[in-house]
């Protein structure tokens, strides 16, 4: 241990001398309270500490004892359905015994070390065997959803067991192996939040993450092992679509990170997510999620290491061969938190009062996302959808800037929308999608018809809106028909294919066959109508069919597994379009 004493308080910023030989990141104990601090910059023996809790009554003078080893967060059985601040601290126990608030300096394991889990020892496992790291040692069935393998931690030197407990009932704290170094193994292990856990290989992203919202599966698909950003003003939806698709998404793991977010937001999430049921497992959905808390009202240093927190904790399953998906809402609070930071540390600032360094810290969290082969030769992934909100919805500001730098998705959220209720607020004119030629194969395999689809519908909505200029100019009567149909098939588009309710038991989920039935029968109406109209037809005759009302409905009157039910739709549009088909083309033909 090495000991020092304050020199100077500046809110969650201290300088402290004595420190000679403490490493960058080391953790230390700060003050009488021994609150949680980080060395971030080291000088000379002149440390300078963030503290990640409320430091106020502290003085100069009162010792920091450094534990020279980096923050680390502890991983193992008992992670999933817990809630955490951003240093790893489980608020559901520490509320019982403080209340509403954190106290300084209270501790609480993050792992409950008195509950027995049932440990299953993989066969091929015994004493004396060979071993490497990421090997698989056992498994815990940690809950109904989620078996937690126990595995051979990266940092184990170690290439034979000297002993193996076997299968049994141990807790996180029982040593369950050793090696012939002396490195012991338990349940649990340490891992340093800011260092990426390694892995054998990358591989190039080519499945979707499924998430049951048609704007984005359709229109603007993220692949797993990929990264995108929703940003957007006040009020326009990125706690909701995040919410959405932390309930609905294919992910084996849920990673939800509050992150300087309003308290009542992360009070919605912690009432919510006990009481859904996951669609894949008939289970709550706490069963596969993780949350960390870290709302305004709590100390703005833990802010800034939370993302950290959440992505180690995703790397950790991930390489145990799932598939995990992190919500961070909202990086632009993160980004606060990292210039308030800089400016009590007085650094010179950068655009908007932002550290230079900002893309940086950006570019370490991104690209911890990705699909790889673990060290034992599973295949797992890291994807990551950052909520950003620019003030005033204003998307050229930096932390939106330097963010698309390094994301290959944006959901750009549109203010109208929002203001005419029309969920989600993705809007389809900036929103981009790299990931559609990477996933393409994959579709083909599910339904050949959406590359095309999606082609034509996109293609459509841009002819919309600059359809929609001229219509303000001299309105929609000194359109031709066909551009009026243009600006009929649009809104059935939008009303009945993009817009979606997220408090309707059939809606707030949408299969990927159920999505492009729905796309097929709006464009294939289109597409015919298109004719009749270039045949002779007046656009009411088009306009006013019945099966219009009935292809808007379908999203909320059939159930995900009441697809051959829709053929009635299909037939009413076959029937009431080819009684147009003959009327006008056969005439047409006929002259």
Excluded at 47 to 57: F, S
Excluded at 445 to 472: D, H, T
Aim: proline fraction near 5%.
């Amino acid at each position: 241990m090495i000991e020092g004493k304050i020199t100077r308080i500046s809110g969650p910023i201290i300088n402290a001398e004595g420190l000679d030989g403490c490493g960058l990141y080391d953790v230390v104990d700060v003050g009488e309270k021994k609150l949680i601090g980080e060395i971030i910059r080291q000088n000379k023996g002149n440390a300078t500490i963030q503290v990640y809790e409320e430091d106020t009554g502290m003085h100069i003078g009162e010792k920091v004892v450094c534990t020279q080893r980096p923050l680390s967060l502890r991983l193992g059985p008992g992670l999933v359905g817990n809630i955490y601040d951003g240093i790893q601290r489980p608020l559901q126990t520490m509320f019982e015994s403080s209340g509403s608030f954190l106290l300084p300096g209270e501790r609480t394991e993050p792992l409950d070390n008195k509950k027995i889990w049932h440990f299953d020892a993989a066969k091929d496992v015994s004493e004396g065997c060979a071993i490497k790291p990421g090997m698989v040692l056992g498994t815990v069935k940690e809950t109904d959803s989620i078996t937690q393998k126990i595995m051979v931690p990266p940092s184990v030197r170690g290439r034979v067991l000297v002993s193996f407990k076997g299968s049994g009932d141990y807790t996180v704290d029982d040593l369950i192996a050793k090696t012939e170094l002396d490195e012991e193994i338990f349940l649990s292990q340490y891992w340093p939040v800011r260092k990426p856990r390694p892995y054998s290989q990358k591989l190039g992203v080519s499945e979707p993450l499924v998430t049951g919202q048609r704007v984005i599966d359709v229109f603007f698909p993220l692949s797993k092992g990929g990264t995108a950003a929703i940003p957007g003003g006040f009020g326009t939806g990125k706690t909701m679509t995040q919410h959405a698709i932390a309930k609905w998404c294919d992910a084996d793991l849920i990673v939800y990170i509050g992150c300087g977010e309003r308290g009542n937001e992360m009070t919605e999430v912690l009432s919510e997510f006990p009481e859904l049921i996951d669609p894949r497992t008939g289970r709550s959905i706490m069963e596969r999620t993780i949350l960390i808390a870290n709302t305004s009202n709590m100390p703005v240093a833990a802010r800034e290491v939370s993302l950290y927190s959440g992505i180690t904790l995703a790397e950790y399953f991930r390489d145990m061969g799932m598939h995990v998906a992190i919500m961070a809402d909202s990086t632009s609070r993160w980004a606060e938190a990292l210039r308030e930071l800089s400016g009590r540390m007085e650094e010179m600032p950068a655009e908007e009062g932002f550290p230079a360094y900002l893309p940086t810290r950006l570019a370490s969290f991104y690209e911890r996302a990705g699909r790889v082969i673990s060290l034992e030769g599973q295949e797992g992934s890291v994807s990551i959808i950052g909520a950003v909100s620019p003030p005033g919805g204003d998307f050229s500001e930096p932390v939106t800037q330097h963010t698309k730098r390094f994301i290959r998705c944006f959901w750009a959220l549109d203010r109208e929308l929002a203001n005419a209720r029309h969920y989600p607020a993705i809007g389809w004119i900036d929103s981009y999608s790299e990931y559609a030629d990477e996933v393409k194969d994959w579709w083909e395999i599910k339904n050949p018809l959406w590359q095309q689809l999606r082609f034509e519908a996109l293609e459509l909505l841009k002819k919309e809106q600059r359809l929609e200029q001229i219509v303000r100019l001299i309105g929609p009567d000194a359109l031709p028909d066909t551009d009026r149909l243009v600006l009929k098939v649009a809104e059935m588009i939008k009303n009945g294919f993009l817009q979606q309710n997220a408090f309707d038991d059939i809606d707030k989920y949408c299969s990927i066959e159920k999505q492009i039935i729905i796309l097929d029968l709006i464009m294939e109406y289109y597409r015919r109508g298109l004719n009749c109209i270039k045949a002779g037809a007046l656009l009411p005759s088009v306009a006013t069919l019945p099966v219009c009302d009935e292809l808007i409905r379908i999203k909320t009157t059939y159930k995900n597994d009441e697809l051959d039910k829709i053929q009635a739709v299909r037939n009413n549009l076959d029937v009431q379009m080819g009684e147009l088909e003959r009327t006008y083309m056969n005439s047409d033909e006929e002259r």
